[in-house]
């Protein structure tokens, strides 16, 4: 790696969004006198009565849950959006522009234990989840007024999680959304003129750079991307190009579901808490065409900088400005792997 | 305004980042189970012996504040950005490309008087924080390396502020950052179409339709701008087009000190709380061009959304695909409207 990258203030180009991240490899000491998070090793029961998510607890809609065995899958009680509002358009003077926006937002119980989270579960019961996304993601997907399927796991207060209870979240949307839509951008672009995907060209030099692999298996490998924004930010990449989930072989799906479990592991690790994070599938739209360009992935991203209660804050130059880091994601991703 | 806007999901376009919001007012209530922050009603003294930022104290770098009588700058302790770094570039492939980024961090005192907040000061007294920013726009700007000046406030220890000194900080860098870079654009692209600015266009409409205009004075308005992301975001727009605050009159100055003042005294109303957030000034590039077709306007990211203790999570959809919102930009507009 060119050395200046790990010394001086530097831009990295996220080649997937056409974004800038600031890194910052000589401010790694700087002394906290800023908020810290509660740090809640509070050890939960398997069963809480007042836990809106368990088996056979009601929910605030006023509905049941089901006994349900091993995953659950239902409609978001306080959907952000919804499949039956009427369609519209606003546009004025090429300023104020709305559209409406039709979906159906789910939640995905992960196990109906709720003591449990990813990195302590099972690989078999992984699995049962990977299973539910393909199936959610094809089955929302097939709806022709759905063109995009997100799924994600908030995890932990910290990143504004309202409930322990093990669980992701499904929205899924009439249009495209700014995430995606610009990784649809950049990874057309690169497909077109390369004939490979952005993704498998990367990885290839990944490996072989081996700076910022944390492991990798038969099927995937978990990495800190070059361009990563958050401390411990982390990608999985399957090795094979595929545009969508559902394009995964048997052995792939468990092979995610191992790859999902040892990544949420090592971050348990990193300090010895909980690790909280946003995590989700990046993949091609639902809208009925190809996509040879996309080649879908699973972005982590964890705030926690320093300690299991100082976070990384991504404010002020932040929002206004550029994304800045610290710790370099060579470094990051030198933690990571000697946790493995 | 078109009703369903008050009623259905909807996404809002974003005239200067060419980015969207999705809006979704009828989500209003859902409850609350999530984290919810400490509410600090500290009484501080005026000064505190332990302040890295107050008059006559050292500092972590060991340097030692003068006796300070109205604002202080000084270069931050632990810059994200150096002066004198080597220059470089790393381009691999259109995929791994890197750049060396160099830069000034300097951190302003607004007051010596540790217990004060902007909208406790005097207007006179953060008159001399608007002449000090422009004195310092105007300085960093002049060097040819420096081709941005970001001028920005933290309020508030959710919003990341290390220490509650009233003050604000500048990043000064010879890259256009990612935020500006794209209000750029939109703005070029509008002025080279309508010979006119955006916002000058914009702020015309705003004060015809009235629906989201807080407050207004000779030289400036307040208003939560119809792409609003946070629940009570807001921006000050001058009336008169001016693609930098050096362009200031004498009175628009003191007008500014005036507005900025009065909107943040609005919001610590909203919820009886001194109101955190992130604000920070949008202004032309310090490259030597005109730029007319820039607009300068402060912007304020405020994260609390339905009390002092529970804050908007901008995590899960929001990083991985559009921001959310629940409360829509008008009542946001409507509730500030009456606590002014
Ligand atoms: O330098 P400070 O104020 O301690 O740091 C704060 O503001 C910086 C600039 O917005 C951010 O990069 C940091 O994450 C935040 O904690
Ligand atoms: O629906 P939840 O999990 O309570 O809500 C959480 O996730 C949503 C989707 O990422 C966010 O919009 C909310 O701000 C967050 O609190």
């Not at 089901?66 to 919804?82: E, T």
């Not at 063109?147 to 992701?168: A, D, L, R, T």
């Not at 495209?176 to 995907?197: A, C, I, N, R």
Request: proline letters at 7%; hydrophobic letters at 35%.
């Amino acid at each position: 790696m060119d050395k200046n990258l790990n010394e001086y203030p530097h831009r990295r180009y996220n080649a997937l969004t056409g974004e800038w991240v600031l890194v910052s490899p000589h401010r790694s000491k700087r002394p906290w006198q800023g908020q810290v998070e509660k740090h809640s090793a509070e050890v939960r029961p398997q069963y809480d009565p007042g836990c809106y998510l368990c088996p056979g607890n009601s929910r605030s809609g006023g509905e049941q849950n089901p006994d349900y065995k091993d995953v659950y899958v239902f409609i978001n009680d306080f959907s952000a959006l919804l499949k039956d509002s009427p369609d519209f358009d606003v546009v004025e003077d090429d300023i104020f522009k709305a559209e409406s926006e039709k979906g159906i937002c789910r939640v995905i119980c992960f196990s109906p234990d709720h003591s449990l989270t990813i990195p302590q579960m099972k690989v078999e019961d992984i699995r049962k989840v990977v299973d539910l996304w393909i199936e959610e993601y094809h089955t929302l997907g097939s709806d022709p007024e759905i063109n995009y399927v997100q799924i994600f796991e908030n995890k932990g207060e910290i990143m504004g999680c309202s409930n322990p209870h093990p669980h992701g979240q499904i929205w899924a949307s009439q249009k495209l959304p700014v995430e995606p839509s610009k990784k649809q951008h950049y990874q057309l672009e690169y497909f077109q003129k390369h004939g490979d995907t952005l993704l498998s060209d990367y990885l290839q030099k990944e490996l072989q750079k081996d700076e910022r692999i944390i492991f990798e298996n038969n099927h995937f490998a978990a990495i800190v991307p070059f361009w990563a924004t958050w401390p411990y930010e982390a990608m999985i990449i399957p090795k094979r190009a595929m545009a969508r989930i559902t394009d995964m072989t048997d052995d792939e799906k468990t092979a995610l579901a191992d790859t999902y479990k040892r990544l949420t592991m090592i971050y348990d690790k990193v300090f010895d808490v909980s690790f909280p994070y946003s995590a989700g599938i990046h993949q091609a739209p639902t809208d009925g065409k190809e996509h040879n360009e996309w080649h879908w992935h699973m972005a982590f991203y964890p705030p926690l900088l320093r300690s299991a209660t100082v976070k990384k804050f991504m404010v002020g130059y932040e929002m206004l400005a550029t994304p800045q880091r610290d710790i370099t994601p060579e470094s990051a991703a030198q933690i990571l792997k000697n946790l493995n």
